[in-house]
């Protein structure tokens, strides 16, 4: 980060930069964990006497919540590393 603040980058492409790759994972474990647990709920739910079929807008609810959760929490330390001085930065890297 304090190599690309001396060179000139602005904090939204450090932004851009730290907050892209942590999305990207998250929705990748969204399209991986949705069906997983889609089966798991019908198959829990499968022998009950009174069962409620699920639905498709929960699972991309929850979905929705991580991603604003992890944008939230990533946004927070890179715009806060961003901010600081570059000689702090390259010090400690």
Partial sequence: IGIRKVLGA??????????????ALVVLAMFIATPLAWWAMNAWVRDFAYRT??????????????LVITLLTVSFQAIK??????????RTE
Avoid: N, R, Y
């Avoid at 602005?10 to 999305?23: A, D």
């Fill in 10 to 23: 602005s904090v939204m492409s450090l932004f851009t930069l730290l907050s892209g790759e942590f999305i």
């Fill in 53 to 66: 079929p699920m639905e498709w807008w929960v699972f991309i609810f929850a979905g929705g919540i991580t």
């Fill in 81 to 90: 590393a961003a901010f600081v001085k570059p000689a702090i930065s390259l």
